[in-house]
């Protein structure tokens, strides 16, 4: 039987309070480590592991309540000035914080967790007694840590799988469960060993990503009151179609029936993105994770970092939020671990020693942007250009073909990496394109834009929401196709004059700058036709290019389902258009990886050839 039995809702109430009140009081420690007289974020600190504490009196949690009472001691002494802040003190509480954060992980699996770490207990006496804390107990800054299998050996760090498990809601545990399993905390003397943690319970080990969300009440109110015009307008349509089947098949029946399918129109429009808003939340929720891994991160590089963070306020649907934390994850460790100097060569290239890391959103149409940016060195086109040869990545043609900025996304090929050293932290050439990848499958795209000596911005674009797409349907051959609008920046007439041929491959030269074509029905394999109409299209991974269509049916927001059973490539999912067909809506950057998708080419008789006039009749597949 559960622990908790009859108490679940409970549970679940102090859990998620607590996980808002452990990451608010991780910023402020943060904060507080800059600013240590500061009285009023004491008392912040004070009061929200109070609450803490109080939460898990009530639910028995002795253990949880022992520690949050050490700490809350400690934050007391602080208060009073009996006890001076530094670097180890800090140390020593931001590693009690991730302790009470592993104790809700077991509370999420409905178990009470065990004590603490004894080595964590005896620093925190240690520093209430007035002493420093135990050498062992902390780790000293610059100071790598182990990396399971790595060559590179050292005795202590953060523990990162507290961090990964503060990225995890409630009830879900840390995606690298083996490191969580097996990460000590650090040995009271050098000769004691450390006592490995116990392994998370199957019921956390095995849950799912959160699936809970908290909704404005206000938000809610405006979906019920939707749904009760809709249900009056339906009524009116009931008693129209009443009408209608009785004969009454007058102008007056028509108008009033035209005016309740538009109001209808209107309603379900305005039900529809009432619904949506109750998805959206803050960035902030995802954003407030990060203040407590960059400092901890610096600390262990022995650099000097600050992270400022703004548009926590912009929205996003949950799901994608959810998604985003690991990418954010690497990005954001990037920016410190390779994007940032040591202060003595930030001194030496004359900035300030201590570096500024930058997390911002911002609302762009039905987008969002989140940039991540540093201050620091910046990227070399020409040593990523070298790196990639090194490693067999690329070729000395393609390399030698390469501008600055297709060389800047080198990084995000499997494999490749800038470090000649491995560590826990980077090295391994398994980030950027996991990045990639991960945010490809959200319908985003990320570029890369880095000054050498002045820093680098990664941009990552993301639609607001995943629930429902924006397209623009397209058709090939009387069939209806629809793709991305996100990816759509301009549609044009194609006229077959303006096609040329640069190496066999048709191109079209707009505005100054040379665009592959490419067939829509060559792409799905299908007999190409005249193509009259191009759509310029903008990748992640390829750039623009124009993409030749049959016709327009327009564009249109839609509900993507996937296909039962089966993921063809090149397929996002399917929809239904106005009139019940079924619409593919198409993965455009798949389908730029599928072998069997060829350039748009225009065949050539005998006689229009050696004259340089295409046929416009006769498109290759």
């Not at 790598?144 to 995890?168: K, V």
């Not at 019920?224 to 209608?244: H, V």
């Not at 799905?524 to 990748?539: D, E, I, S, Y």
């Not at 455009?588 to 080419?601: K, R, Y």
Request: glycine residues 8%; contains cysteine.
């Amino acid at each position: 039987m559960s622990a908790f039995s009859g108490m679940e809702e409970l549970l679940q109430d102090f859990l998620q309070e607590a996980s808002d009140l452990l990451s608010d009081v991780d910023n402020k420690l943060v904060e507080l480590e800059q600013h240590p007289d500061d009285t009023r974020l004491l008392n912040d600190i004070f009061r929200g592991f109070h609450t803490i504490k109080g939460g898990a009196g009530f639910l028995g949690a002795t253990e949880m309540v022992a520690l949050c009472h050490r700490t809350e001691n400690l934050f007391d002494k602080l208060r009073q000035h009996t006890l001076t802040l530094d670097p180890a003190i800090m140390d020593v509480i931001l590693e009690a914080t991730a302790e009470v954060r592993h104790m809700m992980v077991s509370l999420a699996s409905a178990a009470q967790p065990d004590a603490a770490p004894a080595t964590l207990l005896a620093a925190l006496d240690a520093v209430l007694e007035g002493g420093a804390p135990l050498p062992a107990a902390i780790a000293p800054a610059g100071t790598p840590t182990q990396f399971a299998g790595g060559p590179q050996a050292a005795n202590h760090g953060p523990d990162w799988s507290a961090l990964l498990a503060a990225l995890a809601p409630p009830g879900r545990a840390p995606e690298h469960a083996e490191a969580a399993a097996t990460t000590p905390v650090a040995a009271a003397t050098p000769a004691e060993a450390p006592t490995p943690r116990a392994p998370a319970k199957a019921g956390v080990a095995t849950a799912a990503r959160d699936s809970t969300i908290r909704v404005d009440t206000d938000r809610l109110d405006q979906v019920l009151n939707l749904s009760g015009e809709i249900g009056l307008t339906k009524n009116r349509l009931n008693c129209l179609r009443a009408e209608l089947l009785a004969g009454n098949t007058g102008p007056d029946t028509v108008n009033a029936m035209d005016a309740a399918i538009s109001q209808l129109d209107l309603l379900v429009g305005d039900l529809q993105n009432a619904v949506m808003k109750t998805r959206m939340q803050p960035v902030g929720s995802l954003f407030q994770k990060y203040p407590r891994l960059v400092r901890d991160l610096a600390r262990q590089l022995g650099k000097e970092v600050e992270l400022e963070i703004s548009g926590g306020d912009t929205e996003l649907d949950k799901t994608i939020i959810e998604d985003l934390k690991d990418p954010l994850v690497h990005l954001v460790r990037n920016a410190v671990d390779h994007g940032v100097e040591m202060p003595a060569e930030r001194i030496a290239a004359g900035k300030p020693a201590k570096s500024t890391v930058r997390l911002s959103a911002q609302q762009a149409g039905d987008h969002i942007v989140l940039e991540i940016s540093d201050d620091g060195r910046g990227i070399r086109a020409e040593v990523l250009r070298r790196k990639a040869l090194d490693k067999g990545l690329i070729d000395y043609e393609t390399a030698n073909s390469l501008d600055e900025a297709s060389s800047l996304k080198l990084i995000f090929l499997p494999g490749f990496s800038t470090k000649d050293q491995i560590s826990d932290v980077s090295g391994r050439g398994v980030g950027m394109d996991v990045v990639k990848t991960n945010i490809q499958k959200l319908n985003g795209r990320i570029d890369i834009h880095s000054q050498p000596g002045l820093g680098t911005t990664f941009s990552v674009h993301l639609p607001l929401t995943l629930a429902i797409m924006p397209v623009l349907v397209v058709k090939v051959q009387q069939q209806s196709f629809a793709v991305p609008l996100s990816m759509v920046r301009e549609i044009m007439p194609l006229v077959p004059d303006s096609i040329q041929h640069v190496s066999g491959r048709a191109t079209l030269v707009l505005r100054d700058e040379v665009l592959p074509v490419r067939s829509l029905a060559g792409m799905l394999n299908r007999p190409a036709g005249a193509a009259p109409f191009g759509v310029l299209m903008q990748t992640s991974a390829r750039g623009s290019f124009v993409l030749g269509v049959d016709g327009f049916v327009g564009r249109d927001d839609v509900v993507i389902k996937p296909l039962a059973d089966i993921k063809p490539k090149g397929v996002s999912g399917a929809t239904l258009s106005g009139d019940g067909s079924v619409v593919l809506v198409l993965d455009i950057e798949a389908m730029l990886d599928e072998p069997g998708s060829v350039m748009l080419g225009y065949t050539f008789n005998r006689e229009s050839a050696s004259a340089g006039t295409p046929r416009p009749d006769a498109l290759a597949a």
